[in-house]
DNA sequence: TTCTTGGTTGAAAGCGTTCTCATTATACAT
DNA sequence: ATGTATAATGAGAACGCTTTCAACCAAGAA
C-alpha cells in the first residue's frame, strides 16, 4: 500500500494525502476526515525510506557507547532509551568496545544512516571526524568529560567532586593511608578520580599517604589486587576501589585471608549498586545518577534537533552530583550519618 | 556527494557506478578501479535511505525486550549486538516494558522500517499482529518459551530443568520444606520454574512441602518477602528465589533477623550473577548462559535472513541448559560437588 | 567481409515520498 | 452579478539510488 493507491482510493491527490499526513492544517476538515479514514481502512503508514529520503532526517538519535556489560552504561542506555521513546525517536545502538576505529566507523555509519543526532559515550574520537560532524551540522551530546571540540555539548557526573567527598570522608575518620584501586584504562573518569583524590589530600590537614593501583573492573580485579596486597603485607588503611565489582572482590579477598573490613582495612566504592548496601559490611559508595545522565544526555540531544537549544559555538554542560552514601565498611560513623543523609 | 556527481567525475554513467558498488563483477576491470578511486577520493558512500528505497531491505535487525533493567536482559542485548556487529547489521533497539500496545507499536515501526529481521523477547504479542508479521515474510526469532505462532524460531534456556535441578539439589540435601519467591508477573519464566518444581517434588522419594510467593525483582522485594515470612514464624527450610536481587534481599533479611542461612534456612537463586560468589555465604545458583543466548538468536535470526535457513513452516528451536553452581548457602555439600561441577 | 556471440555500458523508468507552484474553488465585499 | 482575496487542491519535479533493456564494441567463426 502506498501513497498513490490511498490517494486512488480516497479520490484525492497523491499531494493532499501527503498534505493529511504532514500539514493537516493545510487541509479542509471534511477532506482530512475521508483521507484519514482510508488511511485507516487500509491500515497505511508512509514509507519511512521515502519518508527521509526527502527529509534528509529520519526520527532516529545514535547512542555510540562502549559496552553494555557495566551497570553505569545500561543506566545510560535506559534513560536515553526512555526519553527517545517518549519523543517518538528510534534509537539506534552501537557498541564500540572502547575501540576508536570501530567507534569512527560507527559514526559514519550513523551519518549515512543520517540519524538526526548522536549521543556519543567516553568518546575517543579524532579530531578530524568530530570536525567533520561538526560541518555537518550533526548535533551532538557528549556524555562523559572529554571535550573533542570546544563547543561540544557535555554531561557528566561529577566523579571528581565524588572522589573528593569520599577521600576527604576517609581522611574524617582518621585514615592516613589511602589506596584507589582504578580501572586499567586510562579514562577520564580515572584522571577525575585522581584529581579529586589529590584535591582531598592537599585539603587534609596532616599527611596522608596515597597510593594506587590498576585492576579490571570486575570481581576476579578486585580479588587479585587485594590479594597481592596481602601477600606484600602492604594493606592500606582503606582501599577506594572504582567499581563496585572490584570492591565486591576485595571484600571476598579480605575475607578470604581474614582481614576484618573494616577493622583492619576500611573499604569503599566509587560506584554504588543495588548489592552494595546488602553486603556485609554494607558497603559504603558513591551513589551515581547515571540514569538520569542518560535521560538528560537524551533531552538535551533532542531540545538541539527541534532546535529549541541554540547549539553552535555555545558549549552547554550539565553536571550532576553523585551521593556519598555512607555504610558500614569504613568504620564507626554513627558521627556522620547524620550530615550526609 | 551522490552517485550522479560520482558518475561525472567518473566520466561514467550512473549505472556503472552502481554496478560498481553492487555488482563489481559485471564492470571491466580497469573501469571499476577508476570509478573506486573516484568514490574513494570523495568519501563518498551511497545514500542508505535511496538504497534501502529500491531494495525493501536494511541491514538492521530489531531487538524487542522488555527492559534493559535486568542482568539477564543486558547478557542477551550484549550477545545480540555483538553478533549483528560482526555480520554489519545495525540493531534498532525497543523497550516494551512488558506492555503489549507497546510492543505492537515497536512492531509497527519496525516493519515500516523494514528492518530485515527481529527478535522478541518474552513476546506478548497478540496472534493478529504476529500473523501480519508472518504474511509479511519478516524472519523472526523469538527468545522465551511462548511460541505465538506454530512455526515460530525459539531460542531459550531450560529454566524448567534448571529449577528441577536446583530443587532436587535442596531435597537431596534433607530439606522437607521449600518455598519459592517468583517474579510478580505471570511470565512463562515463572511457570517454567513452577514446573521444574513440581517435576522434582514429584520425584522425590518422601514429602516435600513446597509453597510459593511473588515479590517485585529486586532487593527490596527479596527483603520484604523474608521479613513478612519471619514475622509470620513460617520460613521455609529452603528459600529459592527467582533472581539474585530477590535472593541478596532474603539474604539481609535473614540477617537483620539472626536467622542463619544455610543453618536455619537454605537459600538459592534461580539467576547467577558475579555477585553471588562473594556474598557471604556464597549464594547457590542457576548460571544461565543469556549472552550466548543473545547470540545464538542473533545467529538464527541472520542465517534465516540470508537465506541459509529454511524457516517457513519448520520450527527450530534452540534450548540452552543453565548450569547449577552450587556453593555455601544450600548446607554441607561436599557430597555433591564432585557430582556437579 | 559479414555474422554471431558475449561482455560492457548508458538511458531511462521506477521506488514512495515531500514540496513548489500553478490552478481551481470558496467566501466575501462591491 | 462581478471582482478580489484567500483557502484548497493537483501536477509534476526532486530526493539518490537500482535495475531493465537496448545499444555498443571487440573478437572469433563462417
Redesign the pocket.
Known sequence: M???RIAELA?????????V???PE???DK??EHVLNVMHEYN?T??WF??S???ESSKTIALLIPGIETNFFQQIISGVETVAGNKAYAVLFGQTSNLPTREAEFVDMMINRKVDGIIQVNSQLDLEKALSMQNLGLPRVHIGKNRILSNDTLCYLDIEEGALRMTRHLIELGHSSIMALLEETNSSTSEQMNSGFHRALRGAGHTVFFSSAQAENSVRGGYLTVQRLILSKSIPGALVTASDLQAIGAMKAARDAQIKIPDDMALASLTDSAVCSVLSPALTALELPSKKLGMAAARMLIDQIEGILPYVDMPHDLILQPKLKIRESCGNTQDFYEWFD
Open positions: 502506498n501513497i498513490k479520490g484525492v491527490s497523491v499531494a493532499t494525502v501527503s498534505r499526513i504532514n500539514h493545510r487541509v479542509r477532506t482530512r497505511y508512509p514509507n521515502a519518508q529520503l526527502n527529509l
